[in-house]
C-alpha cells in the first residue's frame, strides 16, 4: 500500500494535534492563594521607602477573587463614621476584584465592596486606575505562564527562571502542579529598587465571597468619579 495516499496517518496526526491543543486549553486547578507583596525603594535623595502587603487569591475556573489582607476594624461602621464616609467614596485597597471572562473570552473586572455591599463595575478604560492590566493569564497564573518562555532557566533549580535585561534582573520560581509562581523577584544593579512577592497556598475560605454577592447594589465605576 501506498502510504502517501493513506489518510490515517494524517488524520491521526491531526487528532494528536487537536487533544494537546485542548490540553493546553484546560483551566488552571483551582488554588486558594496567599500573596505577600514587599517594595523597597532608595530615591537619591538617600529617603529609603518600604511598602509590604498582603493578598488573598482564590481561583476557581471562570473567575479570580483578589482581596486585601486588612487589619480587624479597618473597615468598620464607627471608622467609617469618623472619616465621613457617607461621602461618596471607593477604597480601592479595601474593595474586592472580582475577574471573570465574558462570552467573547475578555477579561472583566468589578470591584466588590463588601462593608456597603456594592459591586462596581469598570469599564476598560479604567482597569489601568483599579491595578488590573487586562490579561487573564496574567490574573489567573499571577504571572503568565508564556513569560516563562522569555527567560532562562537557572542552572540545579528545577522550575526557577531569570531573565536580565538592561540593569533589571527578574528571577521566577514557578510551581507547574499548581501553575504559579512560589516567589517572583526583581531588582536592578544599583540596589535602588527590588521588589519581592511571595506566595503559598492556604485554606479554601469558609464561604466563598463571590456566592454572597445577590444583593449587592449594582454602580458603575463613573458614580466614583469627582
Avoid at 529609603?48 to 482581596?67: F, K, N
Avoid at 526583581?186 to 512577592?197: D, V
Wanted: net charge neutral; aromatic share 6%.
Amino acid at each position: 500500500m501506498n502510504m502517501s495516499n493513506n489518510p490515517l496517518p494524517r488524520l491521526g496526526g491531526l487528532l494528536a494535534a487537536a487533544f494537546c491543543s485542548l490540553a493546553a486549553a484546560a483551566p488552571a486547578p483551582d488554588v486558594n492563594l496567599l500573596v505577600e507583596h514587599e517594595i523597597t525603594e532608595k530615591t537619591s535623595d538617600g529617603v529609603t521607602r518600604q511598602l509590604h502587603y498582603a493578598e488573598r487569591v482564590y481561583r476557581r475556573a471562570g473567575l479570580v477573587w483578589i482581596e486585601r489582607v486588612l487589619p480587624p476594624g479597618a473597615h468598620d461602621a464607627a471608622e467609617h463614621a469618623h472619616g465621613d464616609h457617607e461621602h461618596k467614596h471607593l477604597d480601592l485597597a479595601a474593595a474586592a476584584k472580582l475577574i471573570t471572562l465574558d462570552a467573547d473570552k475578555l477579561a472583566r473586572i468589578k470591584l466588590v465592596n463588601t462593608h456597603d455591599k456594592v459591586v462596581i463595575n469598570v469599564p476598560s478604560a479604567e482597569y489601568g486606575n483599579v491595578g488590573f492590566d487586562g490579561s487573564w493569564e496574567n490574573a489567573v497564573h499571577l504571572l503568565d505562564p508564556k513569560q516563562l518562555k522569555t527567560m532562562q532557566p537557572i542552572a540545579g533549580k528545577a522550575q526557577n527562571y531569570q531573565l536580565k535585561r538592561a540593569d533589571t534582573t527578574v528571577r521566577v520560581a514557578w510551581d507547574a502542579a499548581g501553575e504559579f509562581p512560589r516567589q517572583v523577584e526583581s531588582g536592578n544593579a544599583s540596589g535602588t529598587r527590588h521588589k519581592l512577592m511571595r506566595v503559598r497556598q492556604t485554606s479554601a475560605p469558609a464561604t466563598t465571597p463571590w456566592t454572597t454577592l445577590q444583593g449587592y447594589a449594582q454602580k458603575e465605576y463613573s458614580d466614583y468619579l469627582d
